[in-house]
């Protein structure tokens, strides 16, 4: 037992409770990780947090809750923001301008997280690509393969106003309108359901009025 | 020393399978929607967060580690953290421990395959929260319940850092002490 132990059983009450500020937590979780003594300490107090909390009343919820919860959780609309904030995090985790990608081979945190998602929603793919400009990256597109399939797109770019036009470049050389994004203020984003298939889209390309291509991810490589 | 039923059910939820979701929500649901209520203090807000709850655990139900604690301790301190943060986008209310604290935290309907484990420990961690003195009890609640830090319950409570540091520690190595104590027996 020395200075940092001490210090560390002083703090592990509130670190158990998870009623403690980030440096003091960083500073104790980091003696954790070396000290086994105060690891069990802390573990036997979360014990007791944990059994607080049990203790908390019952109570019946309104009618209807058994399926409200299971119609959320039925949801693509819901499934897709948690899936693109997941997957948006581990685009720009990753480097390259080109970053289309099977998350599967990237054991990262997030990954892991986003691999227990997709299989949780039964999905088979979910593939990112970076919305660039020249050299700029303004965005992302990500392609959701499942029952349905998505697609997600979040462009910020300052200046852009008015309704993008959002087309998927298809490995037949045919190009097809998916959706529309409304920019405010130099930032949008949309999502909405596939009815073509994921895995013959090429690129996703972002046009303005005009129909001068402004935004491209590139999916796949030109062979 | 938790029935295994709870993490098949976890399982078959994170696998998507419709009826484990359903027996899942059915277990937990008065446990999840009672402590909402209890931290919130309004059913329709409790709803909003007990939906959320149940939501989460479904989308990180493979991150859940079973050598850290039960099924039911996870999903409620979840729906803990939920409670809190649903709390503090309403800033303008004031929080009322007293609720917590007048129920002296009961708890009732325990699943009867959990009882004879349940029971034992409950009990005792709720003799140990009977015997403290009214302002530490006070102080573990605001902590345990609503995430205040020492910091925030000195101001809250007008008394010094320090000595809200110590009521939150007394209290909790007390139930710590009920705990241990149980598993030497
Ligand atoms: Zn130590």
Known sequence: MNETCAETRELAPELALGAISGPERARVLGHLS????????????????????????????????????????????????????????????SAGTWAGFQLTHRPDPITKEYVATLRALGGQSLRAARLTTGQTVVGHALLYEGRPSW??????????????????QLSDGSVV????????????????????????????TIVDASGSRMYRAQFKHAE | MWSAS????????????QDS?????????RQ?????LAIIGDAGGAEDVA?????????HAQAYDARRGSVAAWLLAITRNLAIDALRMRRAEPIHPERLMSMNLAATD???????????????????????????????????????????????ESIPLGTAKTRIRDAMLKLRAALVDEETR
């Open chain 1, 34 to 93: 070396s000290c086994v003594d105060c690891r069990l300490f802390v573990e036997e107090l979360t014990e007791a947090a944990d059994a607080l909390l049990l203790l908390s009343p019952d109570a019946e919820p309104p009618l209807g809750f058994e399926s409200k919860v299971l119609k959320s959780m039925a949801s693509p609309r819901r499934s897709f923001r948690r899936l693109t904030a997941l997957l948006a995090a581990a685009v720009i985790a």
């Open chain 2, 21 to 29: 979701a359903v027996a899942f929500i059915r277990r937990f649901q």
């Open chain 2, 32 to 36: 999840v929607f009672g402590l909402a």
């Open chain 2, 110 to 156: 325990v699943a009867p395959e959990d009882a004879a484990v349940a029971s034992d420990s409950a009990t005792r961690v709720r003799a140990a929260i009977g015997k403290l003195p009214e302002n530490h009890k006070r102080a573990l609640v605001l902590a345990a319940f609503y995430g205040r830090s020492a910091r925030e319950i000195s101001e809250a």
């Open chain 2, 6 to 17: 709870e993490e098949a059910l976890l399982a078959g939820l994170a696998a998507g399978d």
């Open chain 1, 151 to 168: 697609i997600f797109v979040d462009v910020a770019h300052a200046g852009d106003s008015g309704i993008l036009t959002i087309n998927a």
């Open chain 2, 51 to 59: 939906q959320e709850a149940f939501l989460r655990a479904w989308r």
């Open chain 1, 177 to 204: 309108q998916v959706g529309g994004v409304r920019m405010n203020d130099g930032r949008g984003s949309w999502g909405g359901t596939l009815s073509i298939q994921v895995d013959s889209i090429d690129a996703v």
